[in-house]
């Protein structure tokens, strides 16, 4: 818990996130806390692209608080996210609007954004992250959006600083530009699996498909 606060205190959202997603690994399971703690860590990053990133980090809040009150009500049934799944399909509460199947694939397409967005700028730091944030948006959440959410994204591009200014507030302290690409292209290779996993998840009971409500 120490090193996590120092990890933190030092300003490296995606260091922590490797730990937390190594813990993923090690359990072999889709953990519901570290996979909690990971998009938390997630959100903090967002946090540093700015107001543009208003929509989509209300959105990944609010579905992680749905996740915490559920597992929070009993850990020990709570403990896997696939459980989790299989339970609400059981109960056929899985497609509700405020399902927290529904909460876990948005959180997943989320992650499924900022991978994207990241692997995009450790292969080209020089190439603006306005246009990265297009790409990596037209690739995971446009197919999953309503025209209304789509239009406040093309609104919020205008927004999102340039990539010298984004690089500058993800380096940790006394951090240099090929450690934090070493640790970026680290989150990414840790987060790719377990993505996958949880797609497995959600195509099996056939909600990999749902679009915004």
């Not at 915490?68 to 509460?93: C, G, H, R």
């Not at 200014?165 to 302290?173: P, V």
């Not at 690409?181 to 909600?207: G, M, N, W, Y």
Request: one cysteine or more; aromatic letters at 6%.
């Amino acid at each position: 818990m120490k090193k996590n606060l120092l990890l933190m205190e030092k300003g490296s959202e995606i260091r922590s996130a490797i730990q937390e997603l190594s813990l993923l690994k090690a359990e072999g399971l889709i953990s519901t806390k570290p996979f909690l703690n990971v998009c938390n860590m997630v959100l903090q990053v967002l946090d540093k692209i700015g107001p543009t990133m208003a929509v989509l980090r209300q959105d990944v809040y609010q579905n992680i608080q749905r996740l915490e009150e559920l597992y929070q009500m009993d850990p020990s049934i709570y403990a896997n996210l696939a459980d989790l799944v299989k339970k609400e399909v059981e109960e056929e509460s899985a497609k509700k609007a405020l399902s927290c199947t529904r909460a876990l694939l948005w959180l997943t397409r989320s992650l499924d954004f900022t991978v994207a967005l990241l692997d995009k700028i450790a292969q080209d730091p020089s190439q603006s992250l306005a246009k990265g944030v297009e790409i990596s948006y037209d690739n995971t959440l446009k197919p999953w959006h309503g025209w209304i959410s789509s239009a406040a994204y093309k609104v919020a591009l205008k927004l999102v600083p340039d990539n010298k200014a984004f690089i500058g507030i993800l380096l940790a302290e006394e951090e240099e530009w090929n450690m934090l690409k070493e640790e970026i292209q680290t989150l990414v290779s840790l987060l790719l699996p377990l993505l996958d996993e949880i797609h497995k998840v959600l195509e099996a009971f056939r909600l990999d498909r749902l679009k915004s409500t």
